[in-house]
């Protein structure tokens, strides 16, 4: 794993890993994937489609056993990873959102997962307008700055929770790995995020609190962290995710998605068909098993964000050139040379070309099994 984390500050931006209330009563229309509650339906006849509180229902997010639920609905991830930095720089810019948005409405996309809380207002009204959804991230020490740290994370909250372009509240990313960041005990992560997922629950009942934990969690992250409403879980077992499916539901019954899952485009070595080098065929091979593992597990995983949207220059040398970074092959679950380049995870490249996996994307995103989108919902 390639750590780009700098102490005291501990960032919540995406690396990879080191292996790397509607319920009961809801009436089913398995066309749609719809759930309709009769509170719903009773508010949305008598209050009319563009009150406040109809638009608040349409967006509530919710649970019903295994399942997210999106305004009634269920709602499948169909996600990417985006942190947009522009070549010869190391700070995220939305400039090219709108040509970005395209893109991934091109590719089925409907959820955009960041790595830091989205400060500009019109960013969140256009990402809206296009009809996907965020993840919105909080890193534990931020140096103040929306961080959990010093509970500022909650201003961000406060402020934006009323916003339809919200998904969930994810807080921390693999922080699980590096017990050094929180005085050699883990223990003091999950008290801090579970005190945080409470936090977000007192002031912002309309929406889900989630983490991004590095692969399956161990009996004291479950136990110490009950406030937890989703589990996103960054899983490399080279284009296998699926496994994680059975193990996850005999520990918990709550909802699981893969906050990270993916391959790049980079072979360190050779290995079976794959030569070395630059090689957009092995990571089109590799998402396309990601993805179909991904659906085929429906009834536990109820989506993905893939790993990543576009190639990063910033990660690993000279932000003006794309990098080969630290070669390591097979010291992680990254198919199929078992090391994570880290600048070559797009699905994109740097100008926005669309690399081979984009195509697999977009058949995978656009043509989910009937069964991926009714499979989930539990009484």
């Known amino acids: 794993m390639l750590s ?83 070549q010869g720089s190391d700070q995220r810019d939305f400039a090219t959102l709108t040509q970005d948005l395209a893109i991934m409405k091109e590719a089925g996309i409907n959820t955009i997962r960041v790595c830091a809380p989205i400060e500009e207002k019109a960013v969140l009204d256009e990402i809206d307008a296009a009809g996907l959804k965020v993840i919105i991230g909080f890193g534990y020490n931020q140096e103040g700055d929306y961080d959990i740290l010093s509970g500022t994370f909650i201003d961000y909250v406060e402020r934006y929770k009323g916003h339809s372009a919200i998904l969930l509240w994810e807080l921390g990313n693999e922080y699980n790995y590096h017990p050094e960041w929180f005085e050699g005990d883990l223990s003091n992560w999950y008290n801090a995020l579970n005190k945080a997922a409470q936090m977000i629950h007192d002031v912002d009942p309309t929406h889900l609190v989630s983490t991004a934990h590095g692969e399956l969690p161990d009996e004291l992250a479950l136990s110490l962290s009950p406030n937890v409403d989703v589990w996103g879980l960054n899983v490399y077992r080279w284009d296998q995710p699926g496994t994680i499916a059975a193990e996850w539901a005999a520990i918990s019954d709550k909802p699981l998605f893969l906050s990270e899952a993916g391959a790049d485009s980079y072979m360190a070595v050779s290995k079976d068909q794959y030569s070395i080098g630059d090689n957009q065929q092995a990571q089109a091979d590799a998402t396309e098993n990601i993805l179909d593992e991904v659906f085929d597990n429906a009834d536990i995983i109820s989506g993905v964000a893939l790993f990543a949207f576009v190639d990063e220059f910033w990660k690993a040398g000279d932000n003006d050139v794309q990098d080969i970074g630290t070669e390591r092959p097979f010291s992680s679950g990254v198919p199929y040379d078992g090391t994570a380049n880290e600048e070559y995870w797009g699905l994109l490249e740097i100008d926005r070309t669309r690399k081979q996996a984009f195509n697999v994307v977009k058949e995978k995103f656009l043509n989910v099994p009937q069964r991926a989108i009714t499979a989930n919902i539990a009484y």
């Open 4 to 86: 780009m984390f700098k102490l005291p500050k501990i960032a919540s931006c995406f690396f990879i890993g080191a292996l790397s209330v509607l319920t009961a009563c809801a009436n089913i229309d398995n066309g749609t994937g719809k759930i309709a509650s009769a509170s719903l339906v009773t508010s949305a006849m008598s209050k009319g489609s563009n009150t406040p509180l109809l638009q608040e229902q349409e967006n509530e997010v919710t649970l019903a056993g295994r399942q997210i639920l999106v305004g009634g609905s269920q709602y499948t991830i169909k996600g990417i990873c985006y942190h947009p930095v522009p």
